[in-house]
Each structure stands twice: as C-alpha cells, then as structure tokens.
Nanobody, 125 residues
Framework: QVHLVESGGGMVQAGGSLRLSCAASGRTFSNTAMAWFRQAPGKEREFVAAITGSGSKTNYADSVKGRFTISRDNAKNTVYLQMNNLNPEETAVYYC??????????????????WGQGTQVTVSA
C-alpha cells in the first residue's frame, strides 16, 4: 500500500504561481515513478507531468511545458509541482499518483497504482 497526500493548493491570480507537494509513504520512494494529473469541472482527468524514481527524467503535457516543473526529494519522500504563469483554464483538482513498476514516465492514468485525494487549485482572472 502506498499513501499519498497532496498539499499546497489554493487561490492565485492569473499569471501567478503555486507549488504543490505530495508526501508519500508505504514503499521505497526512490523506486517509484510519480506523476501529477488534474481534473477540472466537467472534464476528464488529464496528465500534467511525471518523473522517474531517481528524478533523472521528466515528462510534461504540451500545455504546461516551460511553465511547470516536477521535482522530487527522495530523502523527504516528497514530489513537487512548481506551477508558474497560471491561467484560469487551469483551475482544477490536482492529484498525485504513484507507479510502483515503472517502465517510463507514462501519461496513461491506468498505469498508476495509487492516487492521492487531490488538492484544489483555483486561478482567478
């Protein structure tokens, strides 16, 4: 069992920044690929970013490249998502996810074994 708890959500004005955190427990964190997804009202859950267990490779959705940065601190069992230049269309619940048997930094939600409860991000115009 892997337990994931997101934090750092809140309200920010358009063009602003937020940093999300996801604390993991229950497995060897350094062997687990991690990802962020988001789900806006009335929309499907979509991939945002992923990172390998070592942090050596990352993958981003095209819509966030150059603005978002995923990182991890394995000593703290925590993954982060730095979000810059946010726009109102990115208002959503943001979820972290864990892949215990990673082949790559996949964007497919079905590949991920465990999910957090999500944290709300609201971007006002």
């Amino acid at each position: 069992q892997v337990h994931l708890v997101e934090s750092g959500g809140g309200m920010v004005q358009a063009g602003g920044s937020l940093r999300l955190s996801c604390a993991a427990s229950g497995r060897t964190f350094s062997n687990t690929a991690m990802a962020w997804f988001r789900q806006a009202p009335g929309k499907e859950r979509e991939f945002v970013a992923a990172i390998t267990g070592s942090g050596s490779k990352t993958n981003y959705a095209d819509s966030v490249k150059g603005r978002f940065t995923i990182s991890r601190d394995n000593a703290k069992n925590t993954v982060y998502l730095q979000m810059n230049n946010l726009n109102p269309e990115e208002t959503a619940v943001y979820y972290c996810a864990a892949d215990l048997f990673p082949l790559t930094t996949t964007s497919r939600p079905s590949k991920y074994d465990y999910w957090g409860q999500g944290t709300q991000v609201t971007v006002s115009a």
